[in-house]
């Protein structure tokens, strides 16, 4: 049985999976579009997946699609811990600016669905973290984009307790001010 909950921004949402566990280990069910779909505003049918390995600090985001069709995620760590983002880049948005912080792990198995037009990231809190994502669209290299982590108009509180790591591209991102005046938000 999958469990979605909506968070705070709209688009977004928590599954939680029932885990059947013995001496063996443990099964779950990770997506079953009958279960999770009806609760969703927008249609998720995934179409490519994804994995990354990270270390412990590694911020992987902020990063977002203005493809046509949209790119919607689902986002699960395999191993080890992460603190996931979602962040509303949306213009119009009553929620603009804000984000949600959810803890995600191997213990709990949730995971965190992140609607097309929404922006996304992820600090690696563990020593290392396996995540993986299933996206509603392919890759689409022209239409991906980013926001510095450290935009002071989203003011997302990293977890200090952690390094932070980042790749040369999300050093380079620009804030949402400079992504606004140039139409590359999408809209609400």
């Not at 885990?19 to 990770?30: A, H, L």
């Not at 279960?35 to 990063?63: E, K, M, T």
């Not at 790119?71 to 119009?92: F, N, P």
Request: proline letters at 8%; a negative charge.
């Amino acid at each position: 049985m999958m469990r979605v909950s909506p968070l705070s921004i709209s688009d977004s949402y928590v599954v939680s999976h029932d885990r059947f566990g013995d001496p063996r280990g443990w099964f779950q069910e990770w997506f079953k579009a009958s279960q999770i779909q009806p609760h969703l505003s927008f249609d998720f049918v995934p179409a490519q997946s994804n994995i990354s390995y990270s270390d412990c600090g590694v911020i992987r985001g902020i990063h977002y699609s203005l493809a046509p069709v949209g790119q919607a995620k689902m986002v699960t760590v395999m191993a080890g811990e992460i603190d996931d983002y979602v962040i509303d880049i949306r213009v119009g948005s009553p929620t603009f600016g804000q984000h949600e912080r959810i803890r995600l792990n191997t213990e709990t198995g949730a995971s965190v669905i992140v609607g097309p037009a929404l922006a996304h990231a992820f600090h690696v809190i563990s020593p290392t973290a396996v995540v993986c994502y299933l996206l509603s669209s392919e890759y689409n290299p022209e239409q991906e984009h980013g926001v510095h982590p450290s935009c002071p108009d989203l003011a997302i509180p990293w977890n200090t307790d952690v390094p932070f790591s980042l790749s040369d591209r999300d050093q380079k991102m620009p804030f949402t001010a400079q992504r606004r005046e140039n139409g590359l938000l999408p809209n609400f």
